[in-house]
């Protein structure tokens, strides 16, 4: 069974500094793709980021990366120079081959704090 | 393209009353997905669709749900009749897929907050 597992419940970041939330995947599939998103309390699920599994560079969106190890199935996001607009749910999410159907973490809160 | 639309954007009713929620995906988008989200059970997939067709539907909680696609443009989930319990917010959400020609990377509305008192 394909599972994503999200082990830290909540979590809190100074202003400006650097966090990082840790998700880990369960699969036997080769090609998938994985994602975080946000959801802030407005309630609106917005992508953070994408990475395709056959891709070995890890991907960036401003001051959003991936930390992806394929071989240990993990996929943690790193957020830099946190702000207050940070603060937010984060789902790490994981799909595969053509099913559509998107396999999501338990979620992180997080916590930004001035 | 005004991204995922959802219908009511609140909705408080009456148990025993039936409630349709409204969806229209992204225009060319294969798959649609309904969700529910409450603070116990976090996110939970209910029902999906693929090119109209319902895909899986497992998560469905019981026979008081249900849901349709008459065309790849709109969607609606119904509970009837409701009950406390299904209070909750509940997301559409749509994916361009065909193949490997899209990420799979689904695309959320605003969502449906439902109060059933």
Not at chain 1, 38 to 48: A, N
Request: hydrophobic share 35%; aromatic share 12%; glycine share 6%.
């Amino acid at each position: 069974a394909q599972t994503v597992t999200q082990s830290q419940p909540e979590m809190s970041v100074q202003e400006a500094e650097t966090v990082t939330l840790s998700c880990t995947y369960d699969t036997s599939e080769n090609n998938y793709y994985l994602f975080w998103y946000k959801q802030p309390p407005s309630r609106q699920m917005i992508l953070v980021i994408r990475q395709e599994a056959y891709k070995q560079q890890n991907a960036t969106e401003n001051r959003f990366s991936v930390n992806f190890q394929k071989a240990a199935k993990s996929f943690s996001l790193k957020i830099s120079d946190s702000q207050l607009g940070d603060t937010a749910m984060y789902f790490c999410a994981f799909t595969y081959s053509n099913t559509g159907k998107l396999i999501f973490g338990q979620g992180t809160t997080l916590q930004v704090k001035p | 393209d005004a991204g995922v639309i959802q219908s009511p954007r609140h909705e408080v009713t009456e148990m025993g009353q039936e409630v349709t929620l409204r969806c229209k995906p992204i225009s060319g988008h294969d798959y649609l997905f309904w969700y529910r989200q409450t603070m116990m059970r976090g996110l939970e997939l209910l029902i999906y669709f693929n090119n109209n067709v319902p895909i899986d539907d497992s998560g469905m909680p019981e026979d008081r749900f249900s849901a349709k696609m008459p065309n790849a443009s709109f969607s609606t989930l119904k509970i009837q009749p409701s009950e406390p319990r299904d209070s909750a917010v509940y997301f559409c959400a749509s994916s361009l897929v065909r193949g490997l020609a899209g990420s799979g990377e689904q695309f959320f509305g605003p969502g449906t907050r439902l109060t059933v008192l």
